[in-house]
């Protein structure tokens, strides 16, 4: 048993599934533009699949229906989601332009039609404001950051689910205090042990549980420039 199929039978994802990642993958090795370093299919198998599928232990992602995964960069976590949970919708959300026509070219290779690539900033994407069940983060931003995008995206009772190393108690209080501000509860802390290299890897869940206020989000750069907590 290959180390892909051993993770679609620890996390049931399909033998469709499992084809699409397959393909995703080996585009990964060879597209120049897929933004990683980490890229021969061996590697690649933990770090980005396994790391990603660590998630559906979580009842929010293994049965939200749709998911934004903001930064989305080579796609990860939401192309493993997306060929996991053929059911929910996945937008990749993506500003840089050359991330996006890589992630197209990934859909097409997995032919994932459940998946839509967003070219935008997560402040500005207008359409997705609200209607998220759950939205995914990985290597984007610290927490503070990471809530104020995610927030004002998630409908009422959604999660936000940030991939994350070792915390500093200063983001993580820094983290609860803009989640606070902005209808976010910060929830729990998953450790997780996706692959046997990984160290210290944790999943930080926050749900909504009050409306955002309305002058969220900020325009465009203002979470980092000045974020709130």
């Known amino acids: 048993m290959t180390r892909l199929e051993e993770l679609g039978r620890r996390y049931g994802v399909s033998s469709r599934g499992l084809e699409a990642l397959a393909a995703i993958l080996e585009l990964q090795a060879s597209d ?28 929010a992602v293994r049965h939200a229906r749709m998911i934004a995964d903001l930064g989305s960069g080579a796609g990860w976590p939401g192309l493993a989601l997306a060929a996991a949970l053929p ?10 332009i050359r991330h996006c026509r890589y992630l197209e070219r990934a859909v097409t290779a997995g032919r994932l039609e459940n998946v839509d ?61 803009a989640g606070a501000l902005l209808g976010l ?3 729990e802390v998953v450790a997780v042990d996706p692959y046997p290299a990984a160290e210290r890897r944790t999943l930080h869940v926050y749900l909504k549980v009050a409306p955002t206020p309305e002058q969220f989000p900020r325009r465009a750069g203002m979470a980092v420039k000045r974020p709130l907590g």
């Open 117 to 177: 690539v967003v070219h935008a900033r997560a402040e500005e994407w207008a359409e997705g404001m609200g209607v998220h069940d759950v939205v995914t983060a990985r290597a984007v931003a610290a927490l503070p950051v990471l809530c104020e995008y995610a927030a004002p995206l998630l409908a009422d009772g959604g999660a936000l689910v940030a991939w994350k190393g070792a915390v500093s108690a200063d983001e993580a209080a820094a983290g609860a205090a």
């Open 185 to 187: 509860e910060a929830a």
């Open 32 to 59: 120049p533009a897929a933004s990683t370093t980490v890229r021969a299919v061996p590697e690649a198998v933990d770090r980005h699949v396994a790391d990603s599928l660590v998630a559906l232990d979580l009842p």
């Open 87 to 96: 059911d929910a919708r996945v937008a990749l959300v993506e500003s840089a």
